[in-house]
């Protein structure tokens, strides 16, 4: 076992996911202590919170909707960007996917996210980062869940999407209520009421709306 396996299961419980009890994860119960005993590790400060020890709403209300939906993936190549726990990612590989993979960039989360697809029986491929001045290549279908929470990411982000978009490739995002979600060219498709932890947001519960990339936009808005 990997110290980060070793780290993850010693920092979380083995769960379901509030909206998708289908699909159980390593999850923690608070943010703040284990967010400490990452950045005690790591021997770091100023960490990004531990996002992949937390079933978020915008991942959930993805998981959710392709449970519901199996033929949005199904013989799909998929890839979820900012893929956290791995809940989407899994989801797609349970809806009947060719091949699915996360992309993430800290080290703990493709940890957990291999942990979490084993407990699924599923096979997840994971990616550490992605280019994105550039199309990808050999995927039918990504996945962005609740990534759209800081402008200048979210700006980024979705030129990254049009950019996918415009070569062919499905996307679908899901958010949670986020300031920075563009919605020029994106069709909703669902919305779901997801229980939340106050120690992650500032409700109980949130309305996670499913959208889909459906018109380009124009060179002067990307």
Known sequence: MTPEAEFILQQTSLTAASAVPEIKLQLATECTPLWQMTEERLQQSNLP???WAFAWPGGQGMA???LENPDLVKGKRVLDFAAGCGIAAIAAMKGGAKSSVAVEIDPLALAAIQINAAHN???VDTINGID???AV???????GGDVCYQQGM???MMRWLWLNFEKGTRVMLSDPGRAYVPHEGLKKCAQYIVPTS???EDSDSRTVTIWELVVP???EDA
């Open 217 to 219: 936009r124009d060179d």
């Open 137 to 143: 290549k050999g995927i039918d279908l990504i996945l």
């Open 64 to 66: 959710r909707y392709i």
């Open 121 to 123: 029986d599923v096979v």
């Open 49 to 51: 919170p531990p996002f």
């Open 154 to 156: 979210a700006a980024t």
């Open 198 to 200: 106050r120690d992650l």
């Open 132 to 134: 994105m001045t550039k």
